[in-house]
């Protein structure tokens, strides 16, 4: 049997409510996940760092030494059993925690992971036809706070029909001209333009100001 590997989840990324509920804590760096394997006598402890990198590690419980002999072609059926289950366990989180990417930048995931982690928000793709544009809103009165849309550079002034990701967001409307002024930031695109700004997710705006800007939309959705 092939041994699974973290390139078998190419294409792919982590659905961080789908990791929590599978049973993935936080740890230092990124999410840890331990199940025992052969009734006991093994722990697999899988990690998946910030950047969605996958590593395993398989120690006998008992001793607390690593085993590696399921991670070769070795044969014999014990460990061919050990390697059996680790493939289960592994194919099993690939099947319930992971999805296709559907964004290109690693901002928008970001977002993402930011107003689960702020506020239990999840992200609502509503047009089928538009399979890579998503919404979050509040709980309490179910207003739009933010908007991830996929658009061609040329909605945003720009003489390229290059497709980017943004971030529509509320802003004060007083505040938004001076904004504006100095781009990086742009008139929301698709929203009404006094109460909305866009922001590409393309690193030209750091993450933690957009990360501030998200709690400002979140704030003035409320009114």
């Known amino acids: 049997m092939e041994i699974f590997k973290a390139s078998n989840l190419e294409n792919k990324r982590y659905?961080?409510?789908?990791?929590?509920?599978?049973?993935?804590?936080?740890?230092?760096?990124?999410?840890?996940?331990?199940?025992e394997l052969m009734n006991?006598?093994?722990?697999?402890?899988?990690?998946?760092?910030?950047?969605?990198?996958?590593?395993?590690?398989?120690?006998?419980?008992?001793?607390?030494?690593?085993?590696?002999?399921h991670l070769t072609y070795s044969e014999g059926s014990f460990v061919g059993r050990i390697r059996d289950e680790y493939n289960s366990v592994l194919k099993d989180i690939a099947e319930n925690c992971y999805e296709m990417e559907i964004f290109k930048y690693e901002y928008s995931y970001k977002v993402i992971d930011?107003?689960?982690?702020?506020?239990?928000?999840?992200?609502?793709?509503?047009?089928?036809?538009?399979?890579?544009?998503?919404?979050?809103r509040r709980k309490d009165n179910k207003k739009w706070y933010l908007a991830i849309l996929t658009v061609g550079k040329d909605k945003l002034g720009f003489d390229?029909?290059?497709?980017?990701?943004?971030?529509?967001?509320?802003?004060?409307p007083e505040e938004i001209q001076s904004m504006i002024k100095d781009f990086p930031i742009y008139p929301g695109y698709h929203m009404n333009k006094k109460h909305w700004i866009s922001i590409m997710l393309d690193g030209s705006v750091g993450i933690n100001e957009i990360f501030q800007r998200i709690d400002e939309s979140y704030i003035l959705a409320k009114k």
């Open 160 to 172: 390229s029909k290059e497709n980017v990701e943004v971030i529509d967001l509320r802003a004060k």
């Open 15 to 35: 659905n961080l409510t789908k990791l929590l509920e599978y049973g993935f804590k936080a740890v230092t760096n990124g999410y840890e996940y331990k199940v």
């Open 40 to 69: 006991g006598d093994f722990v697999l402890t899988v990690n998946i760092d910030t950047e969605g990198k996958l590593s395993t590690e398989t120690t006998e419980k008992d001793t607390g030494d690593l085993y590696t002999l």
């Open 114 to 136: 930011y107003i689960k982690a702020k506020y239990n928000d999840d992200v609502e793709y509503l047009w089928e036809k538009f399979p890579d544009n998503a919404i979050a």
